[in-house]
């Protein structure tokens, strides 16, 4: 209906009176024009012979509609625009078509000595950024560096809180910690796999359908790099402080990914039986529990 409307009021535009007779419209044009002057009267029409003819009686109210519908109205934008500023200036909303940022940040910590190395020769010594600063940021994507890797261990981490207090992490030569927020994102995964990013890579998300589907999404493209996972005493602390609530919430994301998943982990017995766990008792983990000793 959009498009026929955007078509009749730019037909009205164009003629220079602001009057058209009903005959240059196809059926669709003026069933959607006609709804237009019901909703708006800034429009007029009258019978003429054996048709009709429309004419324009507003016509700021005419060319803002249409404006909206014809986004940029013939107007060129810079080439240099952010998409979303460009989807703005076209439809007054950044959402309104491809609406994702040329780069996604990584915020990365460090317990223990890790650096990270460009091909450029550049260093990043994580340890003294997170000393001095809290956390490093890496743009993945964009024009920044994209070659950037580390000899260290890589773990991936799905709460703040995980991220903000290192003291649950495994004793290990240096790691890397960094924070993805819930959803592991694509461009993140592809830059992952693009080359040798870390020694080894861990996912540790909650133990719930939305975390076992980012495992999937990530095992998918990475395989045997990635592993998940388990902290000690899983069991006792699931069957303690297990959520039904959170179970029910990721269900579907559970019941989507399981299945897919089990062929890909024939090797991980432990995370086999997380996934019986689960399933058996409907309890979902969150990942800070990891600090509850008493159990």
Same mark, same amino acid.
Request: charged share 20%; with cysteine.
């Given at each position: 209906?959009?498009?026929?409307?955007?078509?009749? =009021?730019?037909?009205? +535009?164009?003629?220079?009176?602001?009057?058209?007779?009903?005959?240059? #419209?196809? /059926?669709?044009?003026?069933?959607?024009?006609?709804?237009?002057?019901?909703?708006?009267?800034?429009?007029?029409?009258?019978?003429?012979?054996?048709?009709?003819?429309?004419?324009?009686?507003? &016509?700021? !109210?005419?060319?803002?509609?249409?404006?909206?519908?014809?986004?940029?109205?013939?107007?060129? #934008?810079?080439?240099?625009?952010? *998409?979303? /500023?460009?989807?703005?200036?076209? *439809?007054?909303? *950044?959402?309104?078509? /491809?609406?994702?940022?040329?780069?996604?940040?990584?915020?990365? &910590?460090?317990?223990?000595? /890790?650096? $990270?190395?460009? %091909?450029?020769?550049?260093?990043?010594?994580?340890?003294?950024?997170?000393?001095?600063?809290?956390?490093?940021?890496?743009? +993945?994507?964009?024009?920044? %560096?994209?070659? $950037?890797?580390? !000899?260290?261990?890589? $773990?991936?981490?799905?709460?703040?809180?995980?991220?903000?207090?290192?003291?649950?992490?495994?004793?290990?030569?240096?790691?890397? +910690?960094?924070?993805?927020?819930?959803? #592991?994102?694509?461009?993140?995964?592809?830059?992952?796999?693009?080359?040798?990013?870390?020694?080894?890579? $861990? =996912?540790?998300?909650?133990?719930?359908?939305?975390? #076992?589907?980012?495992? =999937?999404?990530?095992?998918?493209?990475?395989?045997?790099?990635?592993?998940?996972?388990?902290?000690?005493?899983?069991?006792? &602390?699931?069957?303690?402080?297990?959520?039904?609530?959170?179970?029910?919430? !990721?269900?579907?994301?559970?019941?989507?990914?399981?299945?897919?998943?089990?062929?890909?982990?024939? %090797?991980?017995?432990?995370?086999?039986?997380?996934?019986?766990?689960?399933?058996?008792?409907?309890?979902?983990?969150?990942?800070?529990?990891?600090? +509850?000793?008493?159990?």
């Amino acid at each position: 209906m959009s498009r026929a409307l955007r078509t009749a =009021l730019g037909k009205l +535009i164009d003629v220079p009176d602001g009057q058209l007779a009903g005959s240059q #419209l196809t /059926a669709a044009q003026k069933t959607a024009l006609d709804e237009f002057i019901r909703q708006t009267g800034a429009v007029t029409y009258q019978q003429a012979g054996r048709g009709v003819s429309y004419r324009i009686k507003e &016509r700021v !109210t005419v060319e803002r509609h249409w404006r909206e519908m014809v986004p940029s109205a013939g107007d060129a #934008l810079d080439e240099d625009l952010p *998409s979303r /500023a460009a989807n703005i200036a076209q *439809s007054r909303m *950044s959402k309104s078509a /491809a609406h994702g940022h040329d780069s996604y940040y990584l915020l990365l &910590r460090t317990a223990g000595n /890790a650096n $990270w190395y460009s %091909d450029n020769g550049d260093k990043l010594d994580l340890q003294w950024v997170t000393d001095k600063q809290g956390a490093a940021a890496l743009a +993945i994507g964009g024009a920044c %560096d994209q070659s $950037w890797h580390t !000899t260290s261990e890589l $773990w991936l981490v799905e709460n703040q809180a995980l991220f903000d207090r290192l003291d649950w992490l495994p004793q290990c030569d240096g790691a890397t +910690i960094a924070y993805y927020s819930g959803h #592991l994102q694509k461009r993140l995964i592809d830059w992952l796999s693009s080359r040798n990013r870390a020694s080894r890579i $861990w =996912l540790f998300p909650d133990y719930d359908g939305v975390g #076992l589907s980012n495992y =999937l999404r990530i095992k998918q493209v990475l395989g045997s790099q990635v592993n998940f996972w388990i902290m000690p005493g899983w069991e006792k &602390r699931l069957l303690r402080y297990g959520n039904n609530k959170l179970w029910l919430d !990721t269900a579907s994301a559970f019941n989507a990914a399981v299945p897919v998943l089990l062929p890909m982990i024939q %090797d991980e017995s432990e995370l086999f039986s997380l996934i019986e766990t689960m399933q058996r008792n409907g309890l979902a983990l969150e990942q800070e529990v990891v600090w +509850i000793d008493e159990f």
